[in-house]
């Protein structure tokens, strides 16, 4: 079936950096765009990344602007998100999500990942 599995994060230091993974199966990552969506208690849904099917180029949230990277490995269909320099706001479950959107930011994904938790400690 269509789905995305996720690996990777855990518990870090301020400071310090970890990569989430998120493999398709099903179909293919080139041709969909692509996002990372995190979910912290009591604060509004983000979507801190997104990368457009159309020329994959991505757009990062302004509270990750040069701390987050995302990649796309083709050959394993998996896209990554590396962040570095996190810090305890950043604290959240991370989402892996893709469909056929034309826009960032609406949450029209038509596959989501199961999420991941990412905290980090001061």
């Known amino acids: 079936e269509e789905q995305l599995v996720q690996s990777g994060g855990g518990l870090v230091q301020a400071g310090g950096s970890l990569r989430l993974s998120c493999t398709a199966s099903?179909?293919?990552?080139?041709?969909?765009?692509i996002g990372w969506v995190r979910q912290a208690p009591g604060k509004e849904r983000e979507e801190v990344s997104c990368?457009?099917?159309?020329?994959?180029?991505?757009t990062y949230a302004d509270s990750v602007q040069g701390r987050f990277t995302v990649t796309v490995d083709n050959a394993k269909n998996t896209v990554y998100l590396q962040m570095n320099s996190l810090k305890p706001e950043d604290t959240a479950v991370y989402y892996c999500?893709?469909?056929?959107?034309?826009?960032?930011?609406?949450?029209?994904?038509?596959?989501w990942g199961q999420g991941t938790q990412v905290t980090v400690s001061s």
């Open positions: 990368t457009m099917y159309m020329n994959r180029r991505t």
């Open positions: 099903g179909f293919t990552l080139d041709g969909v765009t």
């Open positions: 999500a893709a469909g056929a959107l034309y826009h960032c930011s609406t949450y029209e994904y038509s596959y």
